[in-house]
Every structure is written in structure tokens, then in C-alpha cells.
């Protein structure tokens, strides 16, 4: 039997190598064929229906133009993002000049962009990976969320994250700038400020914690002497607007307001406001106000139990390990998506550096959650927003799978399993 070897892959020549796998067991042909499906599919979504990008990518490209005029965001005109979120944003639009500025060139090099960003995550991992598994993870995850990958900029600020992670402990400094520029393109990764702040706590180096403190400041100052500088006054806005949005259609407390629509308990409506579907119910007060109770609590029960197991790590085996750093701040991301009010697709992508260092089950929920998103959004989104029986239930499923991520990720963060998994290098060098 010939075969070629890479880390974590073997291509076999023989195909009787693949029978003989295949007939083993009958679920491993019926995954396999599952897995054909599903990227037949994807490759459907990702040609012919592309109209479902159009919008984003139009205000992406209306941006890009507008700056590329001269005229200056946040004081001439205003925009829904942080400030770094221009760059992946304003990238493209220089580029796209090379072709007259066409919004079809626009969306090529936004998409050439985005495939760039996805080799600089893989570089990022290969670099923490000892086992050669997280990688293959990493680009099989990616291959199945690409109709959402490639036509988003959330890969910058995914990939800024990926490197805070991987420098926390051998270049804190980096790590510190890499976590306030990635805050600064999509507020998501401020939750992990106090996971850093913990791991540095407990594994008792003052020092890191010293020079990642650092690190945050110096690109922070230089943010806020920038937006003072061009007089961007609105360039907190942002948050406004997001505080301004109601229950969005595929958040968590939306797939349960669909569900018990769906048993007659409550009436709503779904309503296109601020880019996105929304759901209207006399319920959305309440629900909002548990919401913005329960976020802090639950951000303080975390903090409590990410605590207490670096705490009993450290007092048992000397350190913290990369592999529970990576667990707890993947969780802490996870529980910011789960518990907000909106839960759009894309927000799947800031896990996609992280999830593959943890344990196969992990991997594989988390993959079969990014699998639903996409055939929730492109595939089939008029049919949530009709309200379907079938739409909603497969939501509620994926949103079940993330929940059920979550405590898979909350079992690898605690002490007693804070050896399993995929190993890593306690101090990655990247």
C-alpha cells in the first residue's frame, strides 16, 4: 500500500483501504454521504445564493468608497462598526480600484482577502498545534462555513484573537495589542480581558501581566489620539446602535419565541429593522430586560468558575496550559453568543481559531452547529422568516448544539480534565 503522509492527513492510493473503512462500520458511509450532501449543498448556497451577501457587501463597498473619497468615517458620515473594523473593510476598495472600483471587483478581492486571513489563522495554529490536529479541524470547519467566511470581515478580528491567545503567555505585549486591535474591530473579544487577566493571575507572573496591560494601552492610546485627531465624534456610536436592536431572529431567546409561537403561547411578528430580521412580541420588553439581567450575572459566574479552575490547575500542576487557556476563552465567547440579543451568522467565525484545539467531540459539535447555520443562512432563510415548523426547529437544534458546546468546553476547563484533549505547548511560539 502506497500512501503520502501530512500532519494529521493520510491520502491512500489503495481504494480498498477506503472500502474496508467504510464497510467497518455502516455509519461511516452514512456520514460520509451526509457530508457529500452537505457540500453539494454549500456549493449551491455559495453560487446561487449570493443575493443573500449583497446587502453587507454593499455597505461594505459604500464605505470603502466613501473613505476612498476623502471623506472621513464617524465624522462625515456614520457607520455601525468599531474603528478597526475599517480596515478589512477599506482594504479591498483600494485594490478594487485597480478595476475601475466595481462592486464586483469589490467582492473579489474582499473575497481573495478573507482567504488570506483564513492561511494566517492556519499559520497562527499550525504554530500551537504538536499533535497536526487542530490544523485539519481548522480547514475542514472553515470548508464548511465558507458561503459565511468569505463574504464577511469577521476573519480580521477572528484572526487578531487567535494571536492574543496564542502570545498570552511567551509575548504578552503582542498578545495585549492583538487583543485591544481585535476589540477594536468587533467588540466581541473585550470578554476576554478578564480570562487573560486570570490565567496571568494564577500562573503568578505579574510580569506578563505587566506587559499584556501594555500592550493594551498602547494601541488603545494610539486609537483614541487617532479618533481625537480626525475628530471622529461619533466613533462611539456604535454602541448605541447596537443597544437600540431588539430580539434578533436567530438569537437564542428568538429560536424559543419562534418555538412557542409555533404551540400558539405567544403571537409575533418578524420585522426587517437595522440590517437584519427581528421578532416584535409583547414579550420583547420582558425578555430584553432578562437578557440584560442575566448577561453580568452569568459574566460573573464565569469569571467565578474560570477562577476557581485555574486556581486548583495551578495549585496541582505548577501552570495553567495553553489547551485550558484556549477552552476558557472560547467558552467565554461562546456564552457573549449565546446570551445576546442578536446572533447572527458570522459571529461562528470568531470560534473557528480556537475550537479545533479542543477535544474531537468539541469539534465535532461545533462543526455540525456551523453546518445548520449555513443551511439556515443562505440556504433557506426565507423559510425561517416565514416561520416554517422545519426552519425553526433545525434553529432551535443549532442553538441546542452551541449550548451543548458550551458545556463540552466548560468539562475541558475544569481541573479534572485539564489534561485531555488535543495537547498544546504550554507556551506557544508564534
Known amino acids: 500500500m502506497s500512501e503520502f503522509r501530512i500532519p494529521g492527513m493520510q491520502l491512500v492510493h489503495d481504494n480498498a483501504v477506503l472500502r474496508k473503512y467504510l464497510t467497518k462500520n455502516p455509519r461511516h458511509g452514512l456520514v460520509l454521504a451526509l457530508i457529500l450532501v452537505y457540500l453539494a449543498l454549500e456549493s449551491y448556497y455559495l453560487f446561487f445564493r449570493f443575493h443573500g451577501h449583497i446587502q453587507d457587501l454593499k455597505l461594505y463597498h459604500g464605505i470603502a468608497l466613501k473613505m476612498l473619497d476623502g471623506q472621513m468615517p464617524f465624522r462625515d458620515f456614520r457607520i455601525e462598526y468599531p474603528v478597526f473594523a475599517l480596515i478589512p473593510i477599506l482594504l479591498p476598495g483600494v485594490l478594487s480600484q485597480l478595476a475601475e472600483g466595481s462592486f464586483e471587483s469589490y467582492v473579489c478581492w474582499f473575497v481573495v482577502q478573507n482567504l488570506g486571513l483564513a492561511v494566517c489563522i492556519a499559520w497562527i495554529i499550525a504554530k500551537s498545534d504538536t499533535t497536526g490536529k487542530a490544523l485539519p479541524r481548522f480547514f475542514v470547519a472553515t470548508l464548511f462555513f465558507l458561503p459565511l467566511f468569505l463574504f464577511r470581515f469577521d476573519p480580521f478580528p477572528a484572526m487578531l484573537t487567535a494571536l492574543a491567545v496564542a502570545n498570552v503567555s511567551c509575548r504578552p505585549f503582542i498578545s ?11 467588540l466581541y473579544s473585550i470578554v476576554l480581558m478578564p480570562v487573560f487577566g486570570l490565567y496571568c493571575l494564577f500562573n503568578r507572573d505579574i510580569t506578563k501581566w505587566i506587559w499584556l496591560v501594555a500592550g493594551c494601552g498602547c494601541i488603545g492610546g494610539a486609537i483614541a489620539g487617532g479618533i481625537a485627531w480626525a475628530g471622529m465624534d461619533a466613533a ?11 430580539i434578533q431572529i436567530e438569537s437564542l431567546a428568538g429560536g424559543i419565541l419562534l418555538l412557542l409561537e ?3 403561547l405567544v403571537k409575533l411578528d418578524v420585522a426587517h ?17 432578562c437578557i440584560n439581567i442575566m448577561t453580568p450575572l452569568c459574566f460573573v459566574l464565569m469569571a467565578s468558575f474560570l477562577a476557581w479552575a485555574f486556581y486548583k490547575t ?3 500542576s505548577g501552570r495553567i496550559t495553553f489547551r485550558q487557556l484556549n477552552a476558557g476563552a472560547a467558552a467565554q465567547i461562546l456564552l457573549f453568543i449565546l446570551l445576546n440579543k442578536v446572533l447572527s451568522p458570522q459571529y461562528l467565525i470568531w470560534l473557528l481559531p480556537l475550537i479545533p484545539f479542543c477535544r474531537f467531540r468539541a469539534s465535532v459539535i461545533f462543526t455540525v452547529a456551523l453546518m445548520l447555520t449555513v443551511f439556515i443562512f443562505p440556504g433557506h432563510y426565507y423559510n425561517l422568516i416565514s416561520k416554517q415548523l422545519l426552519m425553526v426547529v433545525i434553529l432551535n437544534v443549532r442553538n441546542g448544539l452551541l449550548i451543548g458546546l458550551f458545556m463540552e468546553l466548560i468539562s475541558e476547563v475544569a481541573p479534572a480534565r485539564a489534561t485531555g484533549g488535543i495537547s498544546a505547548p504550554p507556551i506557544p511560539s508564534v
Open 176 to 186: 495585549g495589542m492583538s487583543l485591544m486591535a481585535s476589540v477594536a474591530a468587533k
Open 314 to 316: 495551578a495549585s496541582t
Open 262 to 264: 409555533q404551540t400558539g
Open 273 to 289: 429593522s437595522f440590517g437584519a430580521m427581528h421578532l416584535v412580541t409583547p414579550l420583547s420588553g420582558p425578555v430584553l430586560q
Open 236 to 246: 462611539w456610536d456604535f454602541m448605541h446602535y447596537h443597544l437600540l436592536r431588539g
